[in-house]
């Protein structure tokens, strides 16, 4: 085993300058980018933070109740859990034996395939080399089409940001006017009926102490 995990190590030797140079350009690559993102959630996370602080004790209330009410369940759900594992047992035994005989009858076939493929592994390198040099040369006419594009994605940006803005500021309109009235009138009419069968449950609920009392 350390014989094999050396001869990894040897073989991956070369790689090492070149895994540290790929960092350093990765982090001076990513730099900006990582700045972006902070001047994008900072004030996120300091909005969310400052609607989140003062409802935890309430949510955390509400997870401590949740935990004790799911506990005997928790419980009964390990003890089924373990039984199944024991009843498990022979068939895990029988199984590893299966892995093994199947194991041993795949390394001859293995073996066959790396025979057989290890020859033509050479030319198929050579033709995926040649495919790639031959489109190395569609890179640059690639990259100038980028260029030119650039200046006309701005423009076109630039004369829909009017409509685009006065599209946001109908949209908002609407919401407001529109939707948000119908999502009110909605959420009474549940409300409504919510509590009409929150007073049922409850009668319902009542009744039996009720009729005993009356006795």
Do not use: C, E, K
Not at 55 to 77: D, E, K, N, R, T
Request: charged share 0%; proline share 8%; aromatic share 4%.
């Amino acid at each position: 085993m350390g014989a094999a995990v050396g001869s990894v190590l040897s073989a991956l030797s070369p790689l090492l300058p070149l895994a540290g140079q790929l960092a350093a350009v990765l982090a001076q690559a990513l730099a900006p980018v990582l700045q972006n993102l902070a001047t994008l959630f900072t004030p996120i996370i300091q909005a969310l933070v400052g609607a989140l602080m003062p409802v935890l004790p309430q949510i955390a209330q509400a997870f401590g109740m949740l935990v004790q009410a799911m506990a005997p369940l928790a419980a009964g759900v390990g003890q089924a859990v373990a039984q199944i594992f024991v009843g498990l047992a022979p068939l895990l035994s029988t199984l590893a034996g299966v892995l093994v005989q199947v194991a041993t009858a795949l390394v001859p076939v293995y073996t066959a395939f790396a025979d057989a493929l290890l020859p033509v592994l050479r030319p198929i390198v050579d033709a995926i080399n040649a495919i790639l040099q031959a489109l190395i040369p569609l890179l640059p006419p690639i990259a100038g089409l980028v260029a030119a594009l650039a200046p006309l994605v701005v423009l076109i940006v630039q004369l829909l940001a009017p409509v685009l803005q006065v599209a946001a500021g109908f949209a908002s309109w609407a919401a407001i006017s529109i939707v948000v009235p119908i999502i009110q009138g909605v959420v009474s009419v549940l409300t409504g009926l919510v509590s009409g069968l929150t007073s049922a449950v409850t009668f319902i609920t009542q009744l039996p102490g009720m009729i005993v009392s009356g006795l």
